[in-house]
């Protein structure tokens, strides 16, 4: 079984930083995309960045220049490094993966949400 598992959430004031983590662990045969989404109270589950396998980036224009995805292949690993966070930063964030399986099956996995709170 393949499962996605999230650190790095918590309190943080306005203007301050956070780093997540998401492990993915299991029968892997190959992660192609990663990303992180957030959903905030009332709202729907937004993306706020994905990295392809080769490194190419993509963000939401919400966090443009705050924000930096990064993963590493070796420890199936992908990262969210938040700088400069704001009170509307505030969230559950997921990870997401597209993986291959040890069977070859293709899958989608989400991690069960880390929390991340900025104060003003």
């Known amino acids: 079984q393949v499962q996605l598992v999230e650190s790095g959430g918590g309190l943080v004031q306005a203007g301050g930083s956070l780093r997540l983590s998401c492990a993915a662990s299991g029968s892997i045969f190959s992660i192609n995309a990663m990303g992180w989404y957030r959903q905030a109270p009332g709202k729907q589950r937004e993306l706020v960045a994905a990295i392809t396998s080769g490194g190419?980036?993509?963000?939401a224009d919400s966090v443009k220049g705050r924000f930096t995805i990064s993963r590493d292949n070796a420890k199936n690993t992908v990262y969210l490094q938040m700088n400069s966070l704001k009170p509307e930063d505030t969230a559950v964030y997921y990870c997401?993966?597209?993986?291959?399986?040890?069977?070859?099956?293709?899958?989608?996995?989400?991690g069960q949400g880390t929390l991340v709170t900025v104060s003003s």
């Open 96 to 110: 997401n993966a597209d993986i291959v399986d040890g069977s070859e099956r293709y899958l989608e996995v989400w």
């Open 56 to 59: 190419s980036t993509n963000y």
